[in-house]
């Protein structure tokens, strides 16, 4: 009598191993327990950072510990009822987004939310005001262009304005991509979290009077906001900032930030408290004087917003 080869026997049992482990792992995964938040709070400078450690009481002795990777000091704790990691992203859109992109892939971050300071461009503004912006453009993604003779510029084939320039410099929408993203696409503006500025305009409701640069200031939500790699201290840019995209404010960090965070589809919020005017002041820019009492007061703004949460 021959004996039964085992081979069919063992494809048998595999495919039904195959089939539970199909009906058993969709199970698994979601009994997991669902991750805990973790905020990165960040600040691009040591004004900035100055501000948001003493806020944030970021001290060994309140249970923070330091993590240095690629030479950035990285501080975990809590804060309140939230555990927090707390970093500077460095000036200028190169460097925070890389220092956020390596946060993200070092930390299990489930939002970001940045406090520090900016120039104002909306006129209806003044030194020491807080802005919450709900979304975020690049004002100086753009195209540099020569004259064509006739009042004009010459445009090269690919490009076609869609805003008013500002002598030779034309505005371009940066190109971005993302998981579920078939390919790059251009993207006028990277949204703020809808829960997070709902959660901002809730803390901003229950704030106490805050001074800063010898008034009481005034705390705002919405709006847009721009950033690009300069220093911004010129009253006609200025102008045509606020005319192309109804800024409220301008830095050097901020839009990379978004930038990333809506490349890794984490929630961010960016408060910006007002340090000067971006140009329209008379005489040398004011920041000096403003810098650290304005990164103070934005602080104490996103402290509040993060007791909300």
Not at 172 to 193: C, H, K, L, W, Y
Not at 234 to 257: I, K, N, P
Request: include cysteine; proline fraction near 8%.
């Amino acid at each position: 009598m021959p004996v039964p080869h085992p081979l069919p026997s063992i494809r048998i049992l595999a495919k039904r191993l195959v089939i539970a482990l199909a009906l058993i792992l969709p199970a698994l995964k979601a009994a997991e327990p669902a991750r805990p938040p973790l905020l990165a709070l960040c600040a691009a400078y040591p004004p900035e950072m100055a501000a948001l450690r003493a806020e944030f009481g970021v001290d060994p002795a309140r249970g923070f510990t330091e993590t240095r990777i690629k030479g950035l000091s990285f501080w975990r704790g809590r804060a309140g009822k939230h555990e927090v990691v707390i970093f500077r992203t460095g000036v200028s859109l190169v460097n925070a987004a890389y220092q956020l992109q390596l946060a993200l892939e070092r930390f299990p971050i489930t939002a970001v939310l940045f406090a520090g300071v900016a120039g104002g461009v909306d006129p209806s503004l003044q030194v020491g005001d807080v802005v919450i912006p709900e979304r975020w453009a690049y004002h100086a993604e753009a195209a540099y262009l020569n004259p064509d003779g006739k009042g004009g510029h010459v445009l090269p084939g690919f490009f076609q304005p869609k805003t008013e320039n500002y002598g030779m410099i034309f505005p371009n929408e940066v190109a971005a991509t993302r998981e579920g993203e078939s390919d790059f696409a251009r993207i006028p503006s990277f949204p703020a979290d809808p829960a997070l500025l709902a959660a901002a305009r809730r803390a901003t409701g229950k704030l106490p009077a805050l001074r800063a640069a010898g008034r009481e200031v005034t705390v705002s939500v919405g709006g847009a906001g721009v950033a690009g790699p300069v220093f911004l201290d010129h009253a006609g840019y200025r102008e045509w900032v606020f005319r192309v995209w109804q800024a409220r404010c301008v830095d050097m960090e901020s839009t990379a930030l978004a930038h990333v965070a809506w490349s890794n589809q984490v929630p961010i919020l960016i408060v910006r408290g007002l340090s000067d005017l971006a140009g329209a002041q008379r005489g040398a820019n004011p920041i000096d004087d403003h810098e650290a009492p304005v990164s103070g007061v934005a602080a104490r703004v996103l402290r509040a917003i993060v007791e909300e949460l």
